[in-house]
């Protein structure tokens, strides 16, 4: 069964850093591209950033470029996002997703406040 | 980047029905479109790429259709479980870009 079990959340302050894991299972991660994505309270969707297979390439929103960094980490089979000098606007629950022509599956997701 | 949107933003509609969910892209993006359903309080899941790909075990109720900046799901014979909260989204081009949603209800 695959499987996407996302930690890492919590309360911070604004300007404080988290890091989000995103550990997989089931499949062989790394044949895959990988994304975040997140979602604001009442909100829609909002795309944030991926990472290829070997983890060569990234790519970022405008909104989190800078301060948000994709990684992954094939022999333990997890992909991160380290997430520094947050705003009150990264509040959101942020879900990994596998990418094979769309994002499926996705994890629950873990929950960013920023707040003071 | 690459405006992606949903009309209606909102629709009822009843047990049995078929309804259809439109998605506009501000510029085009071939068949590069995914189709996402996300019920209350749960993670979404994807449901159609490439426009008009069903995603492994989704069933054949739902289709996509479309090319380049005009796309469409359909959805055939609503039962209680397909109201949910539907998105569109483009990955042609970074940023990938969500549309705002479609939130279907029951009449």
């Known amino acids: 069964e695959v499987q996407l079990v996302e930690s890492g959340g919590g309360l911070v302050q604004p300007g404080e850093s988290l890091r989000l894991s995103c550990e997989v299972s089931?499949?062989?991660?790394?044949?895959?591209?990988m994304t975040w994505v997140r979602q604001a309270p009442g909100k829609g969707l909002e795309w944030v950033a991926n990472i290829k297979q070997d983890g060569s390439e990234t790519n970022y929103v405008d909104s989190v470029k800078g301060r948000f960094t994709i990684s992954r980490d094939n022999t333990k089979n997890s992909l991160y996002l380290q997430m520094n000098s947050l705003r009150v606007e990264d509040t959101a629950i942020y879900y990994c997703a596998r990418y094979a022509g769309a994002p499926e599956p996705w994890g629950q997701g873990t929950q960013v406040s920023v707040s003071s | 980047d690459i405006q992606m949107t949903q009309s209606p933003s909102s629709l009822s509609a009843s047990v049995g029905d078929t309804v259809t969910i439109s998605c506009r892209a501000s510029?085009?993006?071939?068949?590069?479109l995914a189709w996402i359903q996300q019920k209350p309080g749960k993670a979404p899941k994807s449901l159609i790429y490439l426009a008009s790909k069903l995603q492994s075990g989704v069933p054949s109720k739902f289709s996509g259709s479309g090319s380049g900046t005009d796309f469409t799901l359909t959805i055939s014979s609503l039962q209680p479980e397909d109201f949910a909260t539907y998105y569109c989204q483009q990955y042609s081009r970074y940023p990938y870009t969500f549309g705002q949603g479609t939130k279907l209800e029951i009449k």
């Open positions: 510029q085009g993006i071939s068949n590069s």
């Open positions: 089931g499949f062989t991660f790394n044949k895959y591209w």
